[in-house]
């Protein structure tokens, strides 16, 4: 049985989320969104917040672990959230060995899904686009099922390509960038695949100056990848409940394996060796360890998202979950029975990403795809402003 989240209570109107618009590398294909109302007048972007009348927009993204939801209002700076939604649904469950999606697998989806579906309809929402990730583009009958999902549930889920969901997420995070880096690594580890994207603000900043910095333009993709492992993928392939430190060092060989290529055709290594470069990871794997390396006994976003870790930081919380049995990765507060076969595979899966790239720090984003399609739909229709970005001090 699926475990509900913190995330299936509602957000409170007060609380606030900003993000960008799309950063599109060369050749990705624009948004394409489901529409259950009537798209608003275009106003050149001074109608977020009242003027539009208050339109909700919705994202919805189904991954291999996860099935989230975020409604949004268009604000002052950016958009606020007013709702969301989150459930382990574990979608791609198997698909690694048997390549298709289990009966068991698709019923616990379409039961999460239709909570969506409730809560858009509820919600009146403007715009919405629902997409779908790594196990519906893998399973031989991912397509099949998102068919099912249109018939009984009503919502129709477009299955993204690696490079859109790789540029929607940099959209969604990019306001935690710290634009006195040189180079910034943007990955996302996900259920069935993990998207790594190098951005190259140096040019940016000599392309167009320290004042149009300020004014928020935006940093320049250097190259990205979507590597064919994420944490179920590589959890199944090496186990997930008891992994000893052999084990993890042969999920780390593992991917090291995978990111190798990318590293040999690009040389971002000694690009970085060369300049000021900062990590930005968006995924649950590195909110578990910010959670964890704060000490929390429940998890806390305000808390988690745009916080600072180096990477002894990082370390550390790694190999004392290694340490740890099953059970007591399943007694800690920030991971849960749901995630605790999981946790070491993402966490070996970072291993790799740090190893191939030393670092100093990484910065912590409990946001990414959703936010980028939000602020992408919210910008198609004139009513996204990005505002000040907001500058958050790193500790010490």
């Given at each position: 049985m699926s475990q509900v989240t913190d995330d299936e209570r509602p957000i409170?109107?007060?609380?606030?989320?900003?993000?960008?618009?799309?950063?599109?590398?060369?050749?990705?294909?624009?948004?394409?969104?489901?529409?259950?109302?009537?798209?608003?007048?275009?106003?050149?972007?001074?109608?977020?917040?009242?003027?539009?009348?208050?339109?909700?927009?919705?994202?919805?993204?189904?991954?291999?672990?996860?099935?989230r939801l975020l409604l949004a209002r268009p604000s002052r700076r950016g958009f606020r959230v007013v709702d969301a939604f989150s459930r382990i649904i574990r979608l791609g469950e198997g698909v690694s060995q048997s390549g298709r999606l289990s009966d068991a697998a698709m019923r616990r989806t379409?039961?999460?899904?239709?909570?969506?579906?409730?809560?858009?309809?509820?919600?009146?929402?403007?715009?919405?686009?629902?997409?779908?990730?790594?196990?519906?583009?893998?399973?031989?009958?991912?397509?099949?099922?998102?068919?099912?999902?249109?018939?009984?549930?009503?919502?129709?889920?477009?299955?993204?390509?690696?490079?859109?969901e790789a540029s929607l997420a940099v959209s969604g995070c990019a306001s935690l960038i710290d634009h006195n880096a040189d180079h910034v690594l943007v990955f996302d580890i996900g259920g069935g695949s993990s998207e790594l994207i190098w951005l190259d603000l140096s040019e940016s900043r000599a392309d167009c100056g320290e004042a149009a910095r300020r004014l928020g333009v935006k940093p320049k993709i250097g190259a990205w990848t979507s590597l064919p492992v994420g944490v179920v993928t590589l959890a199944e392939r090496f186990g997930g409940h008891d992994v000893t430190p052999e084990v993890f060092e042969e999920m780390v060989a593992y991917v090291s394996d995978l990111v190798r290529p990318f590293e040999a055709l690009h040389g971002f290594r000694a690009r970085a060796a060369q300049g000021k470069v900062h990590l930005l990871g968006t995924s649950g794997t590195v909110t578990t360890v910010a959670g964890i390396h704060l000490g929390l006994n429940r998890y806390d976003r305000a808390r988690v998202d745009g916080c600072w870790l180096e990477i002894d930081e990082i370390r550390k919380v790694t190999y004392a979950l290694l340490a740890h049995s099953y059970e007591e990765r399943v007694a800690e507060p920030c991971i849960g029975r749901e995630r605790a076969d999981l946790v070491l595979a993402g966490c070996a899966i970072l291993e790799a990403i740090l190893r191939m790239w030393p670092a100093d720090r990484l910065r912590v984003a409990d946001r990414g795809l959703r936010e980028g399609i939000l602020a992408t739909l919210m910008s198609e229709d004139g009513v996204y402003r990005a505002g000040r970005r907001r500058r958050r001090q790193r500790p010490g």
């Open positions: 409170a109107q007060t609380s606030q989320s900003t993000a960008t618009p799309t950063i599109l590398p060369p050749g990705a294909k624009p948004a394409v969104e489901t529409r259950r109302s009537q798209r608003p007048a275009q106003d050149g972007g001074h109608g977020a917040g009242g003027a539009s009348g208050g339109q909700i927009y919705g994202a919805l993204d189904l991954g291999t672990n996860n099935c379409i039961d999460a899904l239709r909570i969506c579906a409730a809560k858009l309809a509820r919600a009146d929402v403007t715009r919405a686009r629902c997409v779908a990730t790594e196990a519906c583009r893998i399973a031989s009958n991912g397509r099949e099922f998102l068919r099912r999902v249109e018939r009984e549930v009503g919502l129709k889920l477009e299955v993204l390509d690696r490079e859109t």
